[in-house]
C-alpha cells in the first residue's frame, strides 16, 4: 500500500510504501480492495487473506479471517464496534475492542 503527500488540489508528491499487506502463499502483489479507519487511525484492508490491520505508522497489528475472501469492510452499530464485511456471497459481522471512524 502507498502513500503520498497532498501539495494542493489535484497534485501529490514524495510516494512511498505504507505497509505490506500478507500475501496467500506463491502469489505476490494480490493487493487490497475495502478500507476502513478507526478511532485510533489503525487502518482496515480487505485482502486475499481477510482483514489485514495496520497502525497509523505501517506496522501490522493482525488479521480477521473469513471463510470467503472479503471486498468491503466498514464499521456500525451503536458505538461502532461492529465491523461489517462483505464478501462474494456473503455478509459477516465482528464485534470489536475498537470502534471504527465515523465518516463525517
Same mark, same amino acid.
Given at each position: 500500500m502507498l502513500v503520498y503527500d497532498v501539495d494542493? !488540489? +489535484?497534485t501529490i508528491s514524495n510516494g512511498r510504501t505504507f505497509c505490506? /499487506? &500478507?500475501q496467500p502463499e506463491g502469489k505476490d502483489n494480490t493487493g487490497g480492495d475495502g478500507m476502513a479507519v478507526d478511532v485510533? +487511525? %489503525?487502518l482496515y484492508f480487505t485482502s %486475499? /487473506? +481477510?482483514v489485514q490491520i495496520f497502525s497509523p505508522q505501517g506496522e501490522a497489528l493482525?488479521?480477521?479471517k473469513f471463510p470467503q475472501q !472479503? &471486498? %468491503?469492510v466498514t464499521f456500525g452499530g451503536a458505538e461502532r464496534k461492529t465491523m461489517?464485511?462483505?464478501a462474494r456471497t456473503g455478509l459477516y459481522k465482528v464485534q470489536m475492542p475498537i470502534a471504527g471512524l465515523k465518516p463525517n
Open positions: 494542493g !488540489p +489535484g505490506r /499487506l &500478507a485510533d +487511525g %489503525n %486475499n /487473506l +481477510g493482525g488479521m480477521v !472479503p &471486498a %468491503n461489517y464485511v462483505t
